[in-house]
């Protein structure tokens, strides 16, 4: 999806691409997806803390149980996290379980989209998707640890006594999943001390070129025919 590249067809969409093509094919042979339900602590971690994030921000609106589907590419979906639709923002929240994958995610940050897209395609392209399916204008990542005090309040917020499942968390998140957050010693956790020099939250917000957002229509209509095939 680089530019040079040339014209998009079966043979020259690289590898990582051709792993996504049968990764699709196994699930739609299957009929369900790859993956299961939120599991072990990192991803656990990620999911609970996402809604932390959120109540921090205001004109945020958490769209991550929506899944949205383009209007005429079968089987073109993706699931953003959240919006801010005063803005025409499209945006994902990556809450990491270690501080050096943090740290890899400010440095991209703080280098910019086009480092951003090289070091993380993945990331990226995911982002293009989404503003692509919803019709937004702009992509956003926001990159979230917390600092110490407010690690001590999403400990808290995990805790028996203030827990409670909501709709940001569908059910896919219980007391005996987060019961680790205030549990174990809290140096386990990520947190950012208070002399620091790192901020909790950074955030990288583009406008896609449109020649990226044409390739990646070209390669998910590939995608389609060689699902279908």
């Known amino acids: 999806m680089s530019k040079g590249r040339g014209n998009w067809s ?10 996504y ?18 599991q072990g602590r990192p991803a656990i971690w990620g999911s609970f803390v996402e809604k932390f994030v ?53 440095d991209l940050i703080e280098g910019g989209v086009e480092e951003f897209k090289a070091k993380k395609p993945e990331y990226y392209w995911q982002l293009v998707s989404n503003l692509i399916l919803t019709g ?3 992509c956003e990542l926001t990159v979230f640890v917390p600092t110490l005090e407010q690690l001590m309040k ?6 028996k006594a203030e827990f409670h499942e909501n709709d940001h968390w569908g059910g896919e998140l219980n007391l005996d999943k987060v ?3 205030p549990l174990i010693d809290y140096r386990e956790l990520p947190f950012l001390p208070e002399d620091s020099q790192y901020n909790s939250t950074y955030t990288l917000r583009f406008t896609p070129d449109q020649e ?18």
């Open 136 to 138: 937004f204008d702009q």
């Open 212 to 229: 990226d957002i044409e390739n990646l229509t070209k390669r998910v209509q590939i995608a389609e025919k060689q699902l279908k095939a």
């Open 54 to 106: 959120y109540d921090q921000q205001s004109g945020v609106v958490i769209v991550s149980k929506d899944r949205w589907t383009h209007p005429e590419i079968e089987g073109w979906t993706g699931s953003p996290d959240y919006f801010r639709p005063m803005q025409r923002i499209v945006g994902d929240i990556k809450c990491p379980w270690t501080l050096t994958s943090f740290c890899e995610l400010v």
């Open 154 to 159: 999403i400990r808290k917020l995990a805790d």
């Open 10 to 19: 079966p043979e020259n969409v690289g590898a990582p691409f051709k792993s």
């Open 179 to 181: 019961a680790f957050i």
């Open 21 to 38: 093509i049968r990764e699709k094919q196994w699930e739609r042979r299957l009929g369900r997806a790859l993956t299961g339900p939120i």
